[in-house]
């Protein structure tokens, strides 16, 4: 170990529109994976964890990000769920030689950004975020309309949704763009049904797709011919949304706490702590550092390519993934799942939210490697 001990440092969203999926819960998530790694592989290992809040703001957490590994020696950095600070910390991670582990976000990371020495990506990214739902609705002549968020997750977002609709047949029809945070979407999503789209995409996220699908619900939409999908909903929105406003409504997720024994065990532990349960953000921080802490542990070192090197070598097998390996260019490829919102009726508990309708297997749910914009790769 550099200096006899592990610090990770979560730099995560305490209190704009991703806090409720990020915030409080990240930090939780990843103290939790230390604890259960101490009890573990990890046992009389020093593991330390700081956090703070990036503000949705690349400047502020890549200064964050600097100052902690100059003057407090952090070893690794967890969640950075924001579009725009992904793409500035690379950068830096390469300068300073450490390890990144996103949990989600731009699937430029194992792109075009890649850094499969330093850069891990977890649960999610913008490909399979919309190729879960396109693939699966998607028929000959089946017509989209998005509103997009306008900055870089939801031109990601688009991009992909345009792409993937045209290569299973489908007719896009175009897109409106808002500021991001919102302030009204009423415009955007009555130009969209005004449109005659079969299906209606938000391609942004947090408070702008509760925003949404409040307003859409305002207007009739997905209640009726017309669908309404999401391109990134969580639990958490759903939620503060209501069931009876997002009933119906599509989705993809890659872990829910309700589909087997094990993440549930994991969410009631979570909850007992945070008062809700996981999102796939928190509980894709707690996976993601949990098999960095076994793999610093197996490979008595914290230099950021052997332990990269080590998380490949090592089975992923914990409470939140399911066939799970991770892929040579930095991507944690595992199933993914399509799910629609229950009606309120449907409802076993507070928590029960959605109803299953198709696993897709990780091979068949991200981006195949074949089509890797990763240098890494194609050298």
């Known amino acids: 170990m550099s200096d006899g001990m592990v610090k990770i440092g979560v730099l995560t969203d305490m209190s704009g529109v991703y806090s ?4 409080k819960g990240s930090v ?3 103290q939790m994976a230390v604890d259960d790694c101490l009890k573990a592989e990890c046992a009389g290992m020093t593991i330390a964890v700081v956090s703070a809040d990036h503000q949705n703001k690349a400047d502020i957490g890549s200064t964050i990000a600097r100052e902690w590994i100059d003057r407090q020696g952090v070893d690794v950095l967890a969640d950075m769920s924001n579009a725009s600070l992904q793409l500035a910390i690379p950068p830096l991670l390469k300068e300073k030689n450490r390890v990144g582990l996103f949990p989600g976000g731009t699937a430029r990371l194992t792109g075009d950004a890649c850094q499969p020495d330093r850069i891990v990506q977890w649960m999610w990214d913008t490909y399979v975020q919309v190729a879960g739902i396109t693939n699966y609705l998607t028929k000959p002549g089946t017509t989209w309309y998005l509103v997009t968020a306008d900055y870089a997750l939801g031109h990601q ?17 175009g897109s409106l763009r808002h500021a991001f945070p919102a302030v009204d979407l009423s415009s955007q999503l009555l130009t969209a049904q005004g449109s005659g789209a079969d299906l209606i995409a938000l391609a942004n996220a947090g408070g702008d797709t509760v925003a ?17 999908v999401a391109f990134f909903l969580t639990a958490m929105d759903v939620k503060s949304v209501g069931l009876a406003a997002a009933q119906g409504t599509v989705l993809t997720e890659g872990f829910y706490w309700n589909l087997d024994d094990r993440t549930r065990a994991f969410s009631e532990r979570f909850k007992a702590l945070r008062g809700a349960v996981p999102s796939a953000i928190q509980a894709g921080v707690y996976s993601s550092v949990r098999h960095y802490l076994k793999a610093v542990a197996a490979a008595t070192s914290d230099d950021a390519a052997t332990v990269i090197g080590k998380m490949r070598d090592l089975p992923i097998d914990d409470d939140v993934v399911r066939h799970a ?3 040579e260019d930095g991507r944690m490829v595992h199933d993914f799942y399509v799910f629609r919102v229950k009606q309120p009726s449907a409802a076993q508990s507070d928590w029960d939210l959605y109803d299953l309708i198709a696993t897709i297997p990780g091979d068949q749910a991200f981006r195949p490697l074949s089509q890797s914009a990763c240098p890494a790769i194609k050298r």
Do not use: P, S, W
């Open 20 to 23: 409720d999926i990020t915030g």
């Open 325 to 327: 390996r991770l892929r």
């Open 212 to 228: 949404g699908i409040k307003t859409a619900r305002d207007f009739g939409i997905g209640q009726d011919k017309q669908k309404l």
């Open 28 to 30: 939780i998530a990843a």
């Open 157 to 173: 977002l688009e991009a992909d949704a345009k792409t993937l609709i045209t290569a299973k047949g489908g007719t896009y029809l």
